[in-house]
């Protein structure tokens, strides 16, 4: 990104300087704190004092990096930015990539950056002192970056700031820690000594005693007034006259900058100042821009001699800026010579700015010049490559300066506004900023307002966010035709970063429709979008779109490696926990813990969730609520497990998402099944909509997996039910169906569904076979946890399978899924009375329903007599029997009876 170094170094010394030997000691304290703050009001010598510190240690060949903030470090990422470069330029090796970040017009995330400069610090070793000038300029975000950057930076790292306000810096804590070394007002003070020797060096008419503690007394050792004095001085004022009239406070500032310095000036310098007044830096080239002269540059070298407060920005002389105080002063006088003279000022800035390749500038200056019109023109023509850079939010920034009925004529902004309302799930908004773009080139194209190219590509544009919109909205058959609408009618457009968009999209669309065959060139055409884009986000979006369609077909591999290529891409980009990373992170999480690498799962989850709540699609979060459950379950923390199903659903139900309502569903009822709770479970899926008395959900041409986990849901309570037989159709023609799609692995879980139907059934044979299919196509999706998941029935059905020395794949997972239950040797388990717990079985936990049950069953009642005695139906009865036999190990009545009392479940 564009670099100023002048900002990077401290400002030149003045001849006149005096050393301070009181202050310059102070420097030994800042060197053992790893937080200096010089904290004083405009004009007490802030900047002076950091530089004579800086050029104190670089003299001794410390490390030092410089960076001066400024009010248009109005984000995080801007001032990390120049924090890196400081720190380059003070020889700490930055990672390459940083390096050629800095020298780019590439937007990495702040997060990318506050870890990349805490790695370079932590690798350097020796200590680096960090000086921040001017640090009360910095919004609240940059300022609280700044502070998490101090808190988490090695401690042979010294940040110096300087700063008017109190910076949020979490100084209390600091301080209770011993960590912070503080410069107040009082200490910057010019002493008695000091000023007098500051006079001295100034070379003005000599003040006896009684002079100079009058100006101690009237400036308070403020170092802007005793400069201010010395301006008096130099024009031949008397010491005792100047001395009668001088003030300190900023009235009398103000009225001698006035009457005592600018009064004073050739006409030619006034008009210079006061044109040049608006600018917060300049050089000669923009002077003359502004000014309309063609001598700017020795008029800066006239106004630096004349001692008008002008400060150097760089050795090279060339970038200036004046004190805040004067430049205050000079765009008040302005003001009053001529109330509307700096709209044109700042509109000859804004042009100088456009012209010379800095839009972001031309824009701020076309606002400053209240001409809404004009900047509305130039975000219109930069808006796009703004976005595709990362910096949409800095579009919303400067459209939310422009009044409505203005920005209402620029459709490329209100598109660009409609992605950002996308992106945050806000989808009225979107869909009403879409809406108006829509409209305003209805008339555009009647009024032929702009060439025929020109309107083709805002159509395109306003197709691509209309497909984008759909897409958030989880409409998936409709964005599969708008992606191949885009794709064929508009052969012209070859942005990468739009194609990237668009095929990834697409990709989602047909996985979530089934549509896996004859995929090889859809993903020919994807990964040479890959290669050619060189925006970052756009690549990441497209391999988050290929890894979910590979894992699905079963190719767990391949999948594997787009997602991780794709998180790294982000992480480089935008940060760990960036919405960018999210949207991979977030399939990668899935996939690991279906691998069963619950911790690492856990990781990618923690990591990428609270992006997934704030601007994740359908697919993200869906794999971030439903993987977070089943891990929180593989942990047996359930009521953890039913809060994340519980927060899941009030996002699905306040923004309409019916797919992530349902994939949520389908989790609560199988953990309610599981816990003995199948009337809760039937109960939870009635509320949307599903019932066993219901038609079962078919597959059929035009399904989804909308479709698949209303199925699933039903198929569960049907076999809680004891509809068994029903339950078994209708996995069996799902199991089909996906195996006709190429939906691997949701054929491995329609397998696994039919296996337990047919166990619990009495089936063993038609199990096992179903067992095997699962096996042999679970080994090479290597999804054990869609086996674990299932619980005792599951474990019961791999011990069942005889053992053998076979390496088969097949045998080798089913060996593997087993040891995964309880990671010994799984074929030996068996208990004993001292083994016994109050609640643990030997294959599962007992909940309290199943135990009552159990003792009931071991009194002697029958099936129908449990079933009347506890107000339940026979079939719900002979259900949780089915769960008590699994976890018990045994299929006979009795033998669990006594299993039970000799586990002291029950009463003997």
């Known amino acids: 990104m564009g670099i100023i170094r002048t900002r990077l170094t401290p400002p030149t010394e003045p001849a006149t300087l005096i050393e301070r030997p009181r202050l310059l000691k102070r420097l030994d304290e800042a060197e053992h704190a790893g937080l200096t703050v010089v904290l004083a009001p405009a004009g007490y010598g802030k900047t002076t004092l950091l530089s004579q510190w800086y050029r104190t240690l670089t003299s001794s060949g410390r490390a030092c990096g410089w960076f001066t903030a400024d009010p248009s470090d109005g984000d995080t990422v801007g001032m990390l930015t120049y924090i890196a470069a400081a720190l380059s330029d003070a020889g700490v090796s930055l990672e390459p990539r940083l390096e050629r970040i800095l020298r780019t017009d590439v937007f990495p995330s702040s997060e990318f950056l506050t870890r990349v400069i805490i790695q370079a610090l932590e690798r350097n070793g020796g200590t680096v002192y960090l000086f921040i000038d001017d640090a009360h300029v910095l919004a609240s975000e940059p300022i609280h970056a700044l502070g998490r950057l101090i808190e988490q930076a090695p401690p042979t790292t010294c940040f110096i700031t300087a700063s008017r306000s109190l910076p949020d810096l979490h100084l209390a804590r600091a301080r209770a820690r011993g960590h912070l070394h503080e410069v107040q007002a009082e200490d910057l003070k010019f002493t008695f000594d000091e000023t007098r020797h500051f006079i001295e060096r100034a070379e003005h008419p000599a ?126 006088r302005l003001h009053e010579y001529d109330a509307l003279a700096h709209r044109e000022l700042h509109l000859r800035a804004s042009d100088w700015f456009w012209e010379t390749g800095s839009p972001v500038d031309a824009i701020e200056h076309a606002l400053k010049a209240e001409a809404p019109a004009r900047a509305a023109e130039l975000l219109e023509r930069r808006c796009q490559e703004l976005t595709y850079v990362g910096k949409v939010r800095l579009v919303a920034k400067f459209a939310e300066q422009i009044p409505r009925d203005i920005l209402h004529r620029y459709p490329g902004v209100l598109l ?47 197709l691509h966010r209309e497909m984008v919109l759909t897409a958030a909205r989880d409409r998936m058959a409709e964005v599969e035709r708008r992606c191949q609408h885009l794709l064929e009618e508009y052969p012209e457009e070859q942005h990468p970063y739009l194609k990237g968009t668009i095929y990834g999209h697409l990709l989602a669309a047909r996985r979530d429709q089934y549509k896996l ?55 480089r980009y935008s940060g760990r926990h960036s919405s960018a990373t999210a949207v991979c992170s977030l399939p990668l999480a899935h996939l690991v ?5 619950v911790d690492l799962a856990a990781e990618l989850i923690d990591e990428a969730m609270p992006s997934a709540v704030d601007y994740g699609f359908v697919d993200q979060l869906v794999s971030a609520f439903v993987t977070r459950t089943r891990i929180l379950h593989a942990r047996r923390d359930i009521p953890a497990a039913l809060q994340n199903l519980d927060e899941g659903m009030s996002i699905a ?117 179903s067992l095997r299919e699962a096996l042999t196509h679970g080994a090479t999706v290597r999804c054990l946890r869609s086996f674990i998941d299932e619980g005792a029935i599951m474990r019961t059905l791999l011990e069942s399978v005889e053992p053998s020395q076979s390496t088969h794949p097949t045998d080798a997972f089913a060996d593997e899924l087993l040891t995964a239950f309880d990671g010994g040797d799984h074929r030996t388990p068996r208990a004993t009375a001292d083994d016994a717990t109050t609640d643990e079985g030997l294959y599962g936990r007992f909940s309290q329903r199943e135990r009552e049950i159990l003792s009931l069953v071991a009194s002697g009642l029958r099936n129908k007599e449990v ?35 000799q586990f002291g479940l029950i009463a003997s």
């Open 416 to 462: 660009t506004l409609a992605w950002r309302q996308t992106r945050a799930l806000h989808f009225e908004e979107a869909d009403n900023l879409i809406g108006i773009a829509g409209r305003r080139l209805d008339e555009m194209t009647g009024a032929n307002e702009l060439p025929p190219t020109e309107l083709r590509r805002l159509r395109y544009l306003h």
């Open 517 to 571: 065959s004859d995929y090889e060139k859809l993903f020919a055409t994807a990964q040479g979008i890959l290669k050619r884009s060189v925006y970052s986000s756009a690549a990441v979006g497209l391999q988050a779109g290929m890894g979910p369609f590979l894992l699905l077909a079963g190719k767990t591999a391949a999948a594997r490696a787009l997602l991780e290529q794709g998180r790294e891409e982000g992480v």
């Open 867 to 901: 079933a009347e005695r506890l107000g339940m139906t026979e079939g719900t009865i002979k259900w949780y029997l089915q769960q008590v036999y699994d976890k018990i190990g045994t299929r006979r009545r009795q033998r669990a009876v006594e299993r039970a009392r």
């Open 653 to 769: 139900v306040e923004r309409d998402l019916e797919r992530l309502k349902l994939a949520l569903l389908a989790e609560r009822v199988r953990l309610l099944i599981e816990a003995g709770q199948p009337d809760e479970a039937t109960r939870h899926a009635a509320l949307h909509g599903i019932s066993i008395t219901d038609r079962a959900p078919a597959p059929g041409d035009a399904f989804t997996t909308r479709d698949e986990y209303r199925a699933r849901i039903w198929v569960r309570l049907a076999c809680a039910t004891d509809h068994l037989f029903e339950a078994a159709t209708v996995a069996r023609q799902w199991r089909s169906f996906c195996a006709a799609r190429g939906a691997t692995l949701s054929l491995v879980r329609w397998d696994i569904l039919l296996a337990c139907i047919h166990y619990i059934s009495g089936n063993k044979l038609a199990a096992q076979r």
């Open 207 to 332: 003040l006896d005693e009684q002079d100079l503690s009058t100006l101690q007394q009237r400036t308070e050792g403020w170092i802007a007034g005793l400069k201010l004095a010395t301006l008096a001085l130099r024009r031949g004022t008397a010491p005792k006259e100047m001395l009668a009239t001088f003030g300190g406070s900023n009235r009398s500032v103000s009225d001698f900058f006035a009457e005592e310095v600018f009064s004073s000036q050739p006409q030619q310098v006034r008009e210079f100042l006061l044109k040049t007044s608006i600018l917060d830096r300049f050089c000669p080239a923009l002077c003359e821009a502004v000014t309309g002269q063609s001598d700017a540059r020795r008029q800066l070298y006239e106004i630096e001699e004349r001692g008008l407060f002008l400060l150097q920005l760089d050795q090279e002389r060339h970038w200036h800026r004046y004190h805040h105080l004067f430049a205050t002063f000079l765009q008040r």
């Open 593 to 597: 813990f279906e691998n069963n690498e």
